[in-house]
């Protein structure tokens, strides 16, 4: 699984963080940071994550 997130779209607004801590984090700055290989096992919370995603700017490719 890739976690491709369109960075020109992401507004920071976090609600990924919440559904997905393990993939998705916020730096010092408030930036998102996450990792864009996560393990399988990981596969429905980084779907939630895309569903609540305000801007649908988080993709999964296979």
């Given amino acids: 699984m ?4 369109d ?3 992401c507004q920071d607004h976090g ?4 559904a997905s801590p393990d993939v998705f984090s916020m730096d010092d700055e408030g930036r998102l940071l996450y990792v864009s290989d996560p ?3 990981l596969r429905d919370e980084v779907e939630e994550a895309a569903d609540v995603c305000p801007l649908q700017a988080i ?3 296979a």
């Fill in 59 to 61: 993709r999964i490719e």
């Fill in 39 to 41: 393990d399988e096992s």
């Fill in 15 to 18: 609600q990924c963080v919440f």
């Fill in 7 to 9: 960075m020109n779209k």
């Fill in 2 to 5: 890739k976690v491709v997130v």
